[in-house]
């Protein structure tokens, strides 16, 4: 999968992004540990998403999304490729706000819900599996 602004463009990503919820709604049956090679853009896509349709308030999704970006700095490719989606993070969530709006929807929670459901394909009931404990 690609990281944030690229994952509404890619039909891999979003099938990506698809078996990854889908994965998640079946944590019970084994452990789940999420990493990417940088552990910034994919593994931040992925866990902001998750943690908005789980209800983390939007201070924390940034402050996790910030801890997340320091992994940059290390990137020996960051030379090779001036292309890296982890510089577009303003791009990922300025989508999200764009289509909260299209949608009249206020919550984090709510808009991340409706997109996974809208864009990715992913069930309602594989929603409601990841989310029994949110309160609503």
């Keep these: 999968m690609d990281g944030y602004d690229r994952i509404f463009i890619h ?8 078996e990854l919820f889908e994965l998640v709604s079946r944590a019970d ?13 994919r ?15 939007y201070t924390d999704l940034i402050m996790d999304y910030e801890l997340s970006s320091f992994a940059g700095n290390r990137r020996v490719h960051f030379k090779e490729n001036h292309n890296i989606s982890w510089l577009k993070f303003p791009e990922f969530y300025e989508y999200l706000e764009n ?25 309602k009931l594989i929603i409601e599996k990841i989310c029994f404990c949110r309160k609503k």
Excluded: R
């Excluded at 039909?11 to 698809?18: A, F, M, P, V």
């Excluded at 289509?99 to 069930?123: H, M, P, Q, R």
């Design 99 to 123: 289509y909260a709006k299209k949608c009249g929807l206020v919550k984090i929670s709510e808009t991340v819900e409706k997109l996974l459901i809208d864009e990715f394909g992913i069930s």
């Design 11 to 18: 039909d891999l990503s979003k099938q990506s992004i698809k």
């Design 43 to 57: 593994t931040g896509t992925f866990c902001f998403l998750l943690g908005a349709l789980l209800g983390m308030s």
């Design 29 to 41: 049956e084994n452990p789940i540990y999420c990493h990417c090679w940088g552990g910034c853009d």
